[in-house]
């Protein structure tokens, strides 16, 4: 295990990674505003099923979106140990379930390969790029660009 | 005069630049609003005061924020003031029109200070103008009466004053130098001093920061009362000062036409009643921080319900200081949170006060004679609903004017006054503020109506009812106007006011006759930010019916429910059909009972349509802090944003007419696929 102290040298950023199933993923540190469990939430009909609705943050309301259920990855379960990870995006709160919430990589921009075009369920305009951290593989996730995007569904892009 | 804040390098006076924005606008308003209330024939004089007080403190304050341009204007319609409070002017209609131009002008200044606006420098000379030629005139008016004038600035003869100089205690607290007084006024001429100790108290009980003395000054010189005033000024109200010509000559005296003696009676008293009290009396808080206070109040409200819910469950008997001590918890709370929300409520008089002058200027314009009435202007409601009312009322005003009132003849020639009547009217009714708009002109047209809607393409007939007909002028690009007119008439409007009203969470209503008038009426909530709630539940689910839209509930028999068309459900309500909306099957909520008699009915108002919502059961009515669902997420269709209940948990507020339309679109759609 890596400590989440490296110094930003050179360009060097950490980002938090954390699980889907049995892929690794990781995200901008600085986005992260805290990890919180599972609890409370209340639905909101006529959404899609991976948006599992809003839970009152200490008197904001914030959404909930199930990655496990919009990346079909995992299984989904809610238990004690469901983890969510309240991220600040794009002047939003916004919490979303993976998982499990693993560590918090220094990585070089060197050390980042651009994603190849690939079929999945996450479009690679949404990935920032494919990175390898003690052999294991980093799928890194421009989560601004998603969670804004027309699919997640959290914006009103009319308004 | 732009220098000032170098010539007090330890004040930084630009950080007072708003304050006086701010008070230089309230002055403008209070000076339009008694300009316009003033009657030329027979002038108050307490108005004709209060008119000079707003001018003089609107040249005070540009004087000291250096703003010379403003002086010079204000000093021009302060000095013509002057001259009709002391009644040297006989006031005339056509002088009000003056001062208010010099109050545009006034506005108009301010702005380009404030905001940077363009300022036309044409208006203000005119006006400037305008104002010198009156007194010009008085001068050459009074003259052969008083006594022979020579030509040009008069020269006029060195007077004794003596002055009654009493400051306030705080004088010192406030910086001022007395010495320095005495010096400017030994500039004038020659200046005896004679002090006095007056009303100190004893040694013990003497706070030597205060001042305990007053002065009697005797001064001769050449310049007249408003000079020496005009020393005093920033220094004294004019309470504490008293200046009376001891050798008054017999001739007029000279420039500004001061004439002391009337003075005197006139300004003490309400110049003290309009200063002092008045700072005393409130303060300026931002609206940030207030609403910041309401959110955390509403924070400490949710805190309570939880403590409550958590105390429900302890044994009353064992633990019987608990549940005293969360009682009064929640009195206190409750008359904290209501004293917090008074805070953000203002009189609606904020928006009518803008309406004399509007009427007055577009009836004027138009040729027509119109009569505004103003009803119930200290109905209070929340500062931000006020601000957002502002633009749908003055649509509808000018509507009002423009297509409603008929013109004098037309109006005689239909057994009317030739004047109209506009009336405007505040009123709280339950939770609700309304507001009603009326005229007694002409009345909507329902063939011209039906007409312009058909032309515009409007799927219309004539089987529709009256009401339905008014409905048609909210259509966008709807207007009747035969031709357009800078008033009126581009067809923007109706359709603004009622998108206005219903993004505030209100409604819109119309009546009309016709050759009677028409009433457009505005229902508004009383705050944006706290709902009287009913909370209900469905399955698992919590949401919450607004209280206002809430008609009854009952508990149905199984006859009172009726199919139509096989899914269609209705209530029959003493001889009415009601259509029944499931909410569990709106939003899809499983583990709710299906059958409505298994349920609980709500009947709602739903824009005048009544609905019947199928729940499972009533919990509680609570009033619920608005929280928005759009702040990080978005627009949830059916709701009207989002509260925490006592439990943490999150529940929707529903808004009645978007479920009404929501089910119709599942029903039309459910049809479809049939």
């Known amino acids: 295990m890596e400590q989440g102290t490296v110094t930003a040298a050179s360009g060097t950023r950490e980002y938090l990674t954390f699980t889907l199933g049995s892929e690794e993923y990781g995200m901008d540190i600085l986005k992260v505003q805290e990890i919180r469990g599972y609890d409370a939430v209340t639905r909101i009909a006529n959404t899609p099923d991976f948006i599992k609705g809003v839970i009152n943050l200490r008197g904001v309301i914030v959404p909930i979106v199930d990655m496990r259920i919009k990346f079909s990855v995992g299984t989904v379960e809610y238990g004690p140990f469901t983890v969510v990870i309240i991220i600040n995006v794009l002047g939003r709160v916004v919490g979303m379930v993976v998982d499990g919430v693993s560590d918090v990589a220094a990585l070089a921009p060197e050390q980042i390969r651009p994603a190849p075009e690939l079929s999945s369920s996450l479009d690679t305009r949404y990935l920032a790029g494919l990175a390898t951290v003690e052999e294991r593989m980093l799928i890194l996730v421009d989560i601004e660009a998603l969670m804004g995007s027309a699919e997640m569904q959290l914006v009103d892009l009319a308004a | ?674």
Request: charged share 25%.
């Open chain 2, 1 to 674: 005069m732009t220098a000032v804040s170098g010539e007090t390098p330890t004040i930084d006076i630009s950080s007072f630049g708003l304050v006086f924005f701010e008070e230089c606008a309230e002055h403008l308003a209070e000076m339009e609003r008694l300009l316009l209330a003033i009657d030329p024939g027979a002038p108050d004089p307490e108005e004709l005061n209060a008119i000079f007080r707003a001018a003089h403190s609107i040249k005070g304050g540009g004087g000291i924020f250096g703003f010379g341009d403003m002086t010079v204007v204000t000093h021009e319609l302060e000095s013509v003031l002057d001259l009709v409070r002391g009644g040297e002017l006989g006031l005339t209609r056509p002088m009000v029109d003056l001062f208010l131009q010099a109050a545009d002008v006034i506005a108009m200044q301010l702005a380009g200070h404030r905001d940077g606006a363009p300022v036309e420098r044409d208006a203000i000379e005119r006006v400037c103008g305008a104002l010198r030629g009156l007194l010009a005139g008085t001068a050459a008016h009074a003259a052969p009466s008083v006594a022979p004038l020579p030509d040009g600035p008069p020269a006029a003869e060195a007077r004794r004053y003596r002055i009654g100089f009493t400051p306030a205690p705080d004088i010192f607290c406030r910086g001022i130098r007395i010495e320095n007084l005495f010096d400017e006024l030994a500039g004038l001429g020659g200046l005896t001093v004679r002090g006095e100790v007056a009303g100190a108290p004893q040694l013990p009980h003497l706070n030597p920061e205060l001042c305990h003395c007053r002065w009697e000054l005797e001064l001769e010189t050449t310049a007249p009362e408003a000079e020496i005033r005009d020393i005093f000024e920033f220094v004294a109200d004019d309470s504490d000062l008293a200046i009376t010509a001891v050798d008054a000559p017999t001739a007029a005296p000279a420039a500004g036409g001061e004439e002391p003696a009337p003075r005197q009676g006139a300004a003490p008293a309400p110049e003290n009643r309009g200063g002092r009290e008045q700072a005393e009396g409130s303060i300026r808080v931002g609206v940030g921080k207030v609403d910041q206070i309401i959110n955390q109040v509403g924070e400490l409200v949710i805190t309570q319900a939880m403590l409550a819910q958590l105390g429900a469950v302890l044994d009353p008997v064992l633990f019987a200081d608990l549940h005293r001590g969360l009682q009064q918890l929640s009195r206190n709370t409750r008359d904290l949170q209501e004293s917090v929300m008074s805070m953000r409520l203002v009189p609606i008089s904020l928006v009518f006060s803008r309406f004399p002058r509007l009427v007055r200027d577009l009836a004027a314009k138009l040729g027509k004679e119109v009569e505004l009435r103003l009803v119930g202007e200290t109905t209070e409601l929340d500062k931000g609903l006020v601000e957002k009312l502002a633009d749908p009322l003055t649509h509808l005003v000018r509507n009002a004017l423009d297509h409603a009132i008929e013109p004098p003849a037309a109006r005689l020639a239909a057994g009317k006054p030739a004047a109209g009547t506009v009336t405007l009217r505040a009123s709280q009714i339950g939770g609700k503020i309304v507001v009603d708009v009326m005229d007694d002109g002409a009345g909507l047209q329902r063939e011209k109506i039906l007409k312009k809607a058909a032309e515009r393409g409007l799927a219309v007939g004539d089987q529709l009812s009256d009401d339905e007909v008014w409905q048609l002028i909210f259509a966008p690009g709807f207007s009747t106007a035969e031709t357009v007119t800078d008033v009126s008439g581009r067809g923007v409007g109706m359709d603004v006011v009622l998108r206005n009203v219903q993004a505030l969470g209100g409604r819109v209503a119309i009546a009309s006759e016709t050759g009677k008038g028409t009433r457009i009426t505005l229902s508004l909530p009383l705050t944006l930010a706290i709902l009287d709630g009913l909370a209900v539940a469905v399955g698992a689910e919590k949401f919450i019916i607004p209280i206002n839209a809430i008609v009854e509930s009952l508990q149905p028999q199984a006859g009172d429910i009726r199919t139509v068309n096989g899914t269609g459900r209705v209530l029959q309500m003493r001889g009415e059909y009601l259509p029944l909306i499931p909410l569990h099957a709106l939003f899809a909520i499983g583990g709710a009972a299906e059958r409505p008699e298994a349920g609980v009915l709500v009947v709602v108002d739903s824009e005048g349509d009544r609905v019947v919502l199928q729940v499972d059961a009533l919990v509680d009515e609570q009033q619920v802090v608005i929280k928005s669902l759009e702040e990080n997420y978005r627009k949830v269709p059916g709701s009207a944003g989002a509260t925490i209940m006592g439990d943490g948990r999150v529940a929707l507020i529903l808004d009645v007419g978007e479920i009404t339309s929501l089910w119709r679109g599942k029903s039309r759609e459910r049809a479809a696929r049939a």
